[in-house]
């Protein structure tokens, strides 16, 4: 009986001692997706996805719908490319001295319309997709320091009802970035076409109070019935979350939205740029550091995907990393927002500078 309980002993130690060898073999990889899954989902619930207020298009309530190509999120979405998708121009760092580089040339951009002094953009885009935190970002650079001028939050309608117009003090001028309603699903949520296009065209006026179930009309005490040119928008820049957009999770309802708008905005000629926001969120080795966002293939993943939703040129998307919960500044994230920035300058100068010619060919013709 001895024998046999020494024998038992022995053999569940060398039962033990192959399980245990056998779990050392294991590859970590086999575990990846389950922790991938759960940063994911931890991920969805930072801070950082509650910047702008939208509780309707929550990353995590689209979990079920994400494309097979992108559904893991952290490393295995951040897979490092040997060339870097996008660099930055000739002699370009990721240091403070190219930061100040972009913020002289943003500055010393020239504008041939004589009435026009400042490139006037509108943001546009779904709520909670980081449009104001981009606005409180660009306001932080101007001042060099943290900076808040339009509200951020949890709620699941659109903060801005008014047009907003930030006008930067300090370090950044020759431009007006404007912040109006955001995109929601529902007709009577969110904004009107009908007001969006009047804004573009300068017939609203600053802190003009939309109402999506009462749009401006032609009559309307606060239209404008004749604006100038310093009262149009010159470039259209539509705010994304990247998570949404590199999981192909944008809603038939949004996307109705956009392409109406877009087709109208197309009508007039004028630029438009895509901002892809939360790319930390959406990359892990980007949240690890900013600057490995351009060898990110999902990063470039997103932009494609991105460019095919809106129908422009790589070059005219962005991504970017808004300040949420920082209290320092960071370099790394303020180069990547004035590279935005410089384009859609560079772009609302261009399509003023045509209007101008225009104007000058057709007094000369008469």
């Given at each position: 009986m001895g024998n046999e309980n020494t024998k038992a002993k022995e053999s569940g130690k060398k039962q033990g001692n192959d399980a245990a060898a056998t779990a050392a073999q294991v590859d970590p990889a086999a575990f990846r997706p389950f922790t991938v899954f759960h940063r994911a989902m931890h991920s969805a619930g930072n801070s950082r996805n509650n910047q702008d207020g939208d509780t309707s298009h929550d990353f995590t309530s689209h979990m079920s719908k994400q494309r097979p190509a992108l559904q893991a999120s952290g490393e295995e979405q951040g897979d490092e490319i040997e060339k870097p998708w996008r660099s930055l121009d000739?002699?370009?760092?990721?240091?403070?001295n190219y930061k100040k580089r972009l913020i002289n040339e943003i500055g010393n951009t020239h504008i041939k319309e004589k009435e026009v002094q400042n490139v006037r953009i509108l943001?546009?885009?779904?709520?909670?997709?980081?449009?104001?935190?981009?606005?409180?970002?660009?306001?932080?650079?101007?001042?060099?320091?943290?900076?808040?001028?339009?509200?951020?939050?949890?709620?699941g309608i659109s903060l801005s009802r008014k047009l907003k117009v930030f006008r930067p003090q300090e370090r950044l001028?020759?431009?007006?970035?404007?912040?109006?309603?955001g995109i929601e699903d529902?007709?009577?949520g969110g904004f009107n076409i009908r007001d969006l296009l009047f804004v573009v065209k300068g017939h609203v006026p600053p802190d003009y109070k939309f109402n999506p179930v009462n749009p401006i009309f032609e009559d309307s005490k606060d239209f404008k019935k004749n604006p100038k040119s310093k009262d149009k928008i010159?470039?259209?820049?539509?705010?994304?979350?990247?998570?949404?957009?590199?999981?192909?999770?944008?809603s038939d309802a949004t996307k109705k939205k956009v392409k109406a708008l877009q087709a109208e905005l197309m009508n007039?000629?004028?630029?438009?740029?895509?901002?892809?926001?939360?790319?930390?969120?959406?990359?892990?080795?980007?949240?690890?550091?900013?600057?490995?966002?351009?060898?990110?293939?999902?990063?470039?993943?997103a932009v494609d995907l991105a460019e095919e939703l809106f129908?422009?040129?790589?070059?005219?998307?962005?991504?970017?990393?808004?300040?949420?919960?920082?209290?320092?500044?960071?370099?790394n994230k303020d180069i990547l927002s004035l590279l935005a920035l410089k384009q859609m300058i560079l772009f609302g100068a261009d399509f003023l500078n045509d209007i101008s010619a225009q104007t000058s060919d057709d007094e000369e013709a008469s």
């Amino acid at each position: 009986m001895g024998n046999e309980n020494t024998k038992a002993k022995e053999s569940g130690k060398k039962q033990g001692n192959d399980a245990a060898a056998t779990a050392a073999q294991v590859d970590p990889a086999a575990f990846r997706p389950f922790t991938v899954f759960h940063r994911a989902m931890h991920s969805a619930g930072n801070s950082r996805n509650n910047q702008d207020g939208d509780t309707s298009h929550d990353f995590t309530s689209h979990m079920s719908k994400q494309r097979p190509a992108l559904q893991a999120s952290g490393e295995e979405q951040g897979d490092e490319i040997e060339k870097p998708w996008r660099s930055l121009d000739k002699n370009g760092a990721w240091d403070e001295n190219y930061k100040k580089r972009l913020i002289n040339e943003i500055g010393n951009t020239h504008i041939k319309e004589k009435e026009v002094q400042n490139v006037r953009i509108l943001l546009l885009g779904p709520i909670k997709a980081g449009k104001s935190s981009y606005l409180n970002t660009i306001a932080s650079i101007d001042k060099g320091r943290m900076s808040q001028v339009t509200i951020t939050g949890g709620a699941g309608i659109s903060l801005s009802r008014k047009l907003k117009v930030f006008r930067p003090q300090e370090r950044l001028k020759n431009f007006r970035l404007l912040d109006t309603m955001g995109i929601e699903d529902t007709d009577l949520g969110g904004f009107n076409i009908r007001d969006l296009l009047f804004v573009v065209k300068g017939h609203v006026p600053p802190d003009y109070k939309f109402n999506p179930v009462n749009p401006i009309f032609e009559d309307s005490k606060d239209f404008k019935k004749n604006p100038k040119s310093k009262d149009k928008i010159h470039c259209v820049v539509f705010v994304m979350d990247a998570n949404v957009v590199g999981q192909d999770n944008i809603s038939d309802a949004t996307k109705k939205k956009v392409k109406a708008l877009q087709a109208e905005l197309m009508n007039i000629d004028i630029p438009r740029i895509v901002i892809l926001t939360k790319i930390d969120v959406l990359c892990g080795m980007t949240e690890a550091d900013t600057v490995n966002c351009f060898r990110s293939e999902t990063v470039k993943n997103a932009v494609d995907l991105a460019e095919e939703l809106f129908s422009v040129p790589k070059q005219n998307i962005f991504p970017v990393q808004n300040y949420s919960e920082e209290m320092e500044m960071d370099t790394n994230k303020d180069i990547l927002s004035l590279l935005a920035l410089k384009q859609m300058i560079l772009f609302g100068a261009d399509f003023l500078n045509d209007i101008s010619a225009q104007t000058s060919d057709d007094e000369e013709a008469s």
